[in-house]
């Protein structure tokens, strides 16, 4: 059955019982009115007044049968239109990590039915699609390294050789970081799709986030005293995480790194890592030039820079962050940007810490 002719049916009965309770009064009525003339003769029916009948009539059949028509329609409509409810709820449920997994049918051949099969193949076209992307990614990826390396070494050689001319050694170097530049690229095209595949080899044992916060803290410092930028680690409380160590220092790396190129001559770092409730909250605010509010959104976005004029003077492919992301996902973490009142650029980890500190 349609879902149409389903509302119809069920709209239909409704009008049904609310037409048996105004007939049955009416009836009801009627009857009273033909036994008071039995009893009393035409003179006793008369003086009834035909209105005050008709008022009972409405409202101890028209009223009930109004009541029966909204309470009753609403709730066969609400039955009839549960599907509806139940296909936007998956639809809303819907993102690449549940691709391959269909959404029920009722099975009844209604519309609905029908779009949800039509919604199950376009799933199934859209995982397909989202495979072989990042199995591209990884195969050109994994065979881009042997070249890259052969390059990379080449150019050493040449960048170093002593009977080169200066002019081919400073050429060689100028490749050289190129190359560094691309290998680093690919590195991390390789990560983010075997992220995406759930490849990513992940240990899971006790790590001490204040010790990777306090290490983070003196690597920033030697990164930031070129452009005169202070780095403070304002609070540090003792708090563990279940994880894989070198990927949550890798974590703590690349947003150390961000804000320090994005950062302005003479600038500030602040770091802390407090616990709040049940998780560890790592916060890291730098001053800089701050992102426009309808870019701030897509800070997370791959290949994602912001104010391209601005950046282009900056090192970087714009993974950085993406990486951080798929990491802090993959502890059952969340990681925020925003930007403050001040104008500062903020950005909050947190992650579930382990009951057991230190």
Known sequence: MTLRRRILLYYSITLSLS??????????????????????????????????????IIFYGGLPAILLGILGGGLLMRRALRPIEELTEALEKTDVSNLSNPVPRSGNGDELDRMTAVFNRMKERLGLSFTQAREFTLNASHELKTPLTVIHGTLEQMATHEQAAEVDRERAASLLEEVQRLSSIVGQLSFLARADAGLLPSAREPVALDDLVRDLAEETMILASGAEISVTLSECQPLSVSGDKMRLRQLLLNLADNAVKYNERSGSIE????????????????????????????????????DLAHNSAIEGSGLGLSIAKSIVEAHQGVICYEVLPDGRTQVVVTLPALLAQR
Request: charged share 25%.
């Open 271 to 306: 770091m802390t890592l407090v616990r709040q409730n049940d998780d560890a909250v790592f916060t890291i605010t730098n001053t800089g030039m701050s992102l426009p509010v309808e870019l701030r959104s897509r800070v997370f976005e791959r290949f994602f820079r912001g």
């Open 19 to 56: 037409l048996v309770i105004v007939g049955y009064w009416s009836w009801f009525e009627f009857n009273e009115q033909r036994n008071v003339v039995l009893r009393g003769g035409v003179e006793a029916a008369l003086k009834e007044s035909p209105l005050q009948e008709t008022l009972e």
